[in-house]
Structure formats: C-alpha cells, structure tokens
C-alpha cells in the first residue's frame, strides 16, 4: 500500500524526492514571471536548478525527480500518454531500486500544466504496481485507486 499527503508538499522528510512533471529542456519554471506550478516550486526551494535537465531522472540534488510531461514548456499535451506512462514506469523502477526513499508526487486534483486532467494522469499513474515508497496527495490517490480497480489490478 502506497503512503499518502495531504494538501500540497511545502517540505520533505529527510528521505524524501519531489516528484514533478518537467519538460526535456531544462525549463523549470519561470522565477521571473512567477509561473510554472511544481517545477518554479522545486526550483524556488533548491531541490531542481534552474537549466537543469532532469528528463526522467533524479536532480543533482537528489531531492528532485522529474518525469517529463510536455516536450517543451507551455506545450500542453505534446507528449503521449505512452510517453508518460513509459516515465511513470521510470519513476516506479528507481523507487523500487531505492526502498529507503520515499518520493512525493506532486500532482493533486487542483490542476497541472501538461494539459491532461487529473483523471487522465491517474489511469497513467496506475497503468503499473504501485511502489510502497510512492507518496500520493490523499485526493489524488483516490482516483488512482478507482482505475486500479478497473483495470483489475489487485495491489490496494
């Protein structure tokens, strides 16, 4: 059974890894126009620098982890579910490689800007076994839980 948060990450336990959707270019967020939802976040704190690419993979920090949602900032639904889910399944087999983090998702069901709904980003979420080191918003994993039982899938 995967962990759960509430409400929106602001820190993270000692183990923890922000995990953000990001774009294979390096922009994570806009400091200046104050725009770019989790990413500006990562950014803000130090977890992710600004220019650094992080395509599917951790930070150099290593309090960041970004799956890439959109192939360049602003390019809402430029990438494939298929695309995304094959970053998912990244995420999945690093958590699985390292049990002693635990990695905070940072999708809610407020909004995101990869231009896919909340309910669409957690059938791609639950496409794949869950890792117990996986840390979803309580909301969010909700949904998750509703195509997991759909799709058959017996690991809740």
């Known amino acids: 059974m995967c962990k759960v948060y509430t409400g929106h990450i602001e820190t993270l336990p000692e183990n923890g890894v922000f995990v953000f959707g990001c774009n294979p270019v390096g922009v994570n967020g806009n400091i200046e126009n104050n725009t770019g939802g989790a990413a500006l976040f990562a950014s803000k ?7 650094e690419i992080i395509d599917n993979s951790l930070s150099k920090s290593g309090k960041a982890y970004g799956i890439t949602t959109v192939k360049y900032p602003g390019r809402r639904r430029s990438m494939s579910p298929c695309e995304i889910i094959y970053g998912i399944k990244k995420l999945y087999l690093y958590a699985l490689e390292h049990p002693h983090l635990d990695f905070f998702v940072a999708y809610t069901i407020d909004r995101n800007l990869n231009g896919y709904s909340y ?10 076994e869950i890792p117990e080191n996986i840390v979803f918003n309580d909301k969010f994993l909700e949904i998750i839980k509703q195509y997991v039982n759909e799709l058959g899938n017996n690991y809740f």
């Open 45 to 51: 704190v130090g977890w992710v620098e600004q220019n």
């Open 119 to 128: 309910y669409e980003m957690a059938e791609m979420f639950a496409t794949y």
